[in-house]
């Protein structure tokens, strides 16, 4: 998905004005790339219908920067199909809180079980248990028993002499008789969702009536786990997801689909073999994860904080006029460095971010920059040509700079004056490369 979607999303950002086509045209290319990544076709129907409404709604055609707003967009809308906020486990007032594991033969149950209960432990300070109920194979109950203790929690098994039902029951007696806080029931699955199947799932959630029914479900199968969310809602019903195997596939189209068609939450991420490998889901890092992108978001959101509009259009017209100064160009990056230190900020940039990997930012050449610009008289500052011989030296001095610094930085200044003055898209971009040097 990811590489897809970015090159769609690079080329509408680099866009200076947006037309409805190019709208719609973006749109096109975003269906393509989460039917592509195995997006239920409902799901990516209604969301491009939404994000489209939004974009031509949110006055985005025309603006100074409407890509990145199309960007930050699909992004907040990505993020509100993937459930918004993160949710919570409830806990009952009165423990054990019983949490019951659910899901198809490999899915990944027995390892969430695990994962939860050593989450709990060490975010909550829970005292936990597991029952074990998937008696169909002594295995089942081996590995229980092996990853339980890993996870420093207790395991009530009694092999696989009594129905999965009656260990439920009593693994429920036991961690009353305990204390335990967190009961949590690991249950048997099936190849395929059937009646039987079902059956014992239901008969074992109205004996230890949970607080929350968890449904693992394995984000490699795509489309297909959408399919098993539903069968599973229908049959016997759950209240959130453990969206497990992140780590294997990119393309994450079942976590887009899962929420939106079951409207069940997804509260976990399982990435991986270890224990370890778990963790609370968040709606935006998953669309992050899914554009292949740097942190838009935050970046939209610092930039639309610093920038107001007038602002934003009077530079944009000093641009297009060539009227773009040193003492503007001052006043920008004071306000790009209050959004953060550079690497962060251009870390932000999407495309940007792994580009930076070991790339050496230094906050310190900008405080050169800025020193050097701060010795220059008003007239200098608006006129950089005049900056020659004697001044030169009086400004690297004034700055403790030299005056092959204070050449390089009005050469760098002029030439990204005549840059910007061509294309005002992805201006910020290059002033931060002539802040960096
Ligand atoms: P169950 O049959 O639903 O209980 O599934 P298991 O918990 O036994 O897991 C089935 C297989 O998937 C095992 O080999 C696990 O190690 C593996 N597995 C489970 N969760 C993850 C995960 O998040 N990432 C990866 N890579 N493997 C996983
Ligand atoms: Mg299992």
Redesign the pocket.
């Known amino acids: 998905l990811s590489e897809k979607l970015q090159a769609t999303l690079d080329d509408v950002r680099q866009r200076g004005t947006l037309t409805e086509s190019d709208v719609n045209a973006a749109m096109r290319e975003i269906r393509l790339a989460l039917l592509e990544a195995d997006v239920n076709f409902k799901v990516v129907k209604s969301f491009t219908n939404t994000v489209k409404e939004r974009c031509l709604g949110a006055d985005v055609l025309g603006q100074l920067n409407p890509g990145q707003q199309v960007v930050g967009i699909v992004h907040e809308e990505l993020v509100s199909l993937l459930g918004g906020e993160s949710i919570e486990l409830e806990f009952s007032p009165r423990p054990p809180t019983v949490i019951l594991m659910s899901?198809?033969?490999?899915?990944?149950?027995?390892?969430?079980?695990?994962?939860l209960a050593k989450h709990l432990k060490e975010e909550k300070g829970s005292s936990v248990a597991l029952a074990a109920c998937?008696v169909q194979r002594p295995a089942?109950v081996e590995?229980l028993r092996l990853?339980g203790e890993q996870a420093g929690a207790t395991v009530y098994d009694r092999g696989t002499e009594l129905p999965a039902v009656d260990v439920a029951r009593w693994a429920l007696d036991q961690a009353k008789q305990d204390g335990k806080d967190v009961l949590i029931v690991?249950t048997a699955?099936r190849l395929h969702v059937d009646a039987e199947l079902m059956a014992e799932l239901v008969a074992i959630r109205d004996a230890v009536r949970p607080q929350t029914v968890l449904l693992?479900v394995?984000?490699m199968t795509g489309q297909d786990a959408v399919n098993v969310a539903e069968q599973f809602s229908a049959a016997a019903g759950f209240d959130g997801v453990v969206m497990?195997?992140?780590?294997?596939d990119a393309r994450g189209g079942a976590a887009l689909s899962v929420k939106a068609v079951t409207g069940k939450p997804i509260l976990f991420?399982?990435?991986?073999?270890k224990l370890g490998?778990?963790q609370v889901f968040h709606p935006d890092r998953m669309a992050q994860r899914i554009l292949g992108m740097g942190d838009v978001l935050s970046l939209v959101e610092s930039a639309q904080r610093q920038f107001d509009e007038k602002d934003a259009k009077d530079l944009e017209r000093k641009f297009r006029r060539n009227e773009f100064t040193l003492e503007d160009f001052l006043k920008q990056m004071k306000m790009i460095r209050r959004m953060g230190p550079l690497s962060k900020v251009l870390g932000m940039l999407p495309g940007v971010g792994a580009q930076l990997d070991g790339a050496n930012i230094d906050d310190r050449e900008m405080d050169r920059v800025e020193a050097i610009i701060l010795s220059m008289t008003v007239k200098e500052r608006r006129s950089p040509e005049l900056i020659k011989g004697s001044r030169r030296l009086r400004i690297a001095k004034g700055s403790g700079t030299s005056v092959q610094q204070v050449n390089q930085l009005v050469k760098n200044f002029q030439q990204m004056r005549k840059v910007m003055k061509q294309m005002t898209k992805g201006g910020m971009r290059d002033m931060a490369g002539l802040m960096g040097q």
Do not use: C, I, P
């Open positions: 899901g198809l033969q490999g899915s990944g149950k027995t390892t969430a079980v695990a994962k998937d089942a590995q990853v690991d699955g693992t394995d984000a497990s195997k992140l780590d294997g991420a399982s990435t991986g073999e490998d778990f």
